[in-house]
């Protein structure tokens, strides 16, 4: 059922047993960290919902990125009815009931946001019954999701709403946020005099991989033990070995000058491309030993299967796309061999990355010229009428021919460009 963002569940008490990433949600724009490109001062989405002009949105981006919490600000923000659902728990007759009473403020003049978290889980038919309510302008629609939405969202609400992604935070606002929290004695941990070293806030903010949400509850695991383990003075303190307790993962090692994740998985990617094996292998261990999830690494060799080795050797992408398959059935630590022989088996590929750097003037070639039509010979025409405007007319069919076929499958504007 939609609920309102602001419910009656406001007494001190409740806001106190509240979650610390709950607590410490932002509560204006200024507040927001890490999305500078969406909220920063002389961001154009800003202004839109400054101006109480937000248009029909998705918010893309991975977990702990701030997409709830935007939708948050904007309801606080704006004029509108905001209304949330969960596409979790709602169907297509709690979205009847919103329009029916969107209708009616229309009639007012108050506009009616909708925010649905998880669009993805919405399915055709419940997307579908959105559809004419944005198209009208009943509803200003805007969703949550952390899928593509090209893949996961129907393309005709798609086409009405502006994507907007949300990139995984960074260390430095992952940090800032933890800092906040620290400090602030309304709804943080201000009040509790925690003091933290660097290497245990080296850690936490790398084992967050880029998710708000994931540092301030390690964080409040961690300051709940801390208070449980007080010295006589009362005096707390968070150090390395305090964090490790917490998130189980004895065997990781930072050094003084906070070395992360990031920093190894770019070292570990250097030694790839470097046909070295023995420094890759070296690498990979220090993630995976770290407690590192293998997904990931995975996913990270699957990738440099096609961006570095590319043609030179087809057959990495299959190896790593099955190496990825392995990793998920079977998990750490029976895992690690497959991982290693596929970094082995990178390391020592030929190399090409061709493909990559085709692909990126394809693709700034493609930004530019959008507007560009498909020619008329390679489309298709299942229907009469598209066959009578020329839709596929003097196509060749390429295997009717026992030679090399002269015809153009570019834009007439991009004849002759060549990418590989």
């Not at 659902?85 to 909708?114: F, H, P, Y």
């Not at 660097?198 to 991989?209: E, I, L, T």
């Not at 930072?254 to 420094?279: F, M, P, Q, T």
């Not at 057959?315 to 630590?333: C, H, K, N, R, T």
Request: charged content about 25%; some cysteine; aromatic content about 6%.
């Amino acid at each position: 059922m939609p609920q309102s963002l602001f419910g009656d569940d406001s007494a001190s008490d409740a806001v106190a047993r509240a979650p610390l990433a709950d607590r410490m949600r932002p509560q204006t724009l200024d507040q927001i960290v890490g999305q500078d490109a969406l909220v920063g001062p002389s961001a154009a989405f800003r202004r839109l919902v400054e101006s109480d002009q937000v248009p029909s949105c998705v918010f893309w981006g991975p977990p702990g990125t701030g997409k709830t919490t935007l939708a948050e600000v904007i309801a606080k923000t704006a004029k509108a009815d905001f209304v949330r659902l969960s596409a979790v728990t709602s169907g297509v007759a709690d979205i009847r009931k919103i329009v029916a009473r969107a209708e009616q403020l229309k009639k007012t003049g108050r506009r009616t946001i909708l925010f649905i978290d998880e669009i993805h889980r919405f399915n055709k038919g419940q997307q579908d019954a959105l559809l004419p309510h944005v198209e009208r302008g009943t509803l200003v629609f805007i969703g949550a999701t952390t899928e593509n939405p090209s893949f996961e969202v129907n393309g005709a609400l798609l086409s009405r709403a502006r994507v907007f992604v949300l990139e995984p935070l960074s260390e430095t606002a992952i940090k800032a946020i933890l800092e906040r929290a620290l400090s602030d004695e309304t709804n943080g941990l201000g009040g509790s005099d925690i003091q933290v070293d660097r290497n245990a806030m080296d850690a936490m903010v790398g084992f967050a991989d880029g998710d708000a949400r994931t540092a301030l509850n390690i964080l409040e695991m961690v300051a709940n033990l801390a208070e449980a383990s007080a010295d006589a003075k009362g005096k707390k303190s968070i150090g390395l070995e305090l964090v490790k307790k917490i998130i189980q993962r004895s065997q990781v090692r930072y050094d003084k000058n906070g070395e992360e994740h990031y920093n190894v998985i770019s070292a570990l990617h250097k030694s790839l491309r470097g046909s070295d094996a023995d420094a890759s292998l070296y690498w990979l261990a220090r993630m995976l030993e770290a407690g590192e999830d293998p997904v990931y690494v995975a996913r990270r060799l699957v990738r440099f299967a096609a961006e570095d080795v590319g043609l030179a050797d087809p057959q990495a992408v299959v190896l790593a796309v099955a190496v990825m398959q392995a990793v998920q059935l079977i998990g750490m630590p029976e895992c690690n061999v497959h991982l290693a022989e596929l970094a082995a088996y990178l390391a020592k590929a030929p190399k090409s990355n061709a493909v990559y750097l085709a692909y990126g003037r394809a693709a700034s070639d493609a930004r530019e010229t959008s507007d560009l039509g498909v020619p008329l010979h390679l489309r298709n025409a299942p229907t009469r009428l598209m066959k009578d405007l020329g839709y596929g007319k003097d196509y060749k069919y390429n295997p009717s021919y026992d030679g090399p076929v002269d015809q153009e499958y570019l834009p007439p504007e991009l004849k002759g460009k060549k990418y590989l």
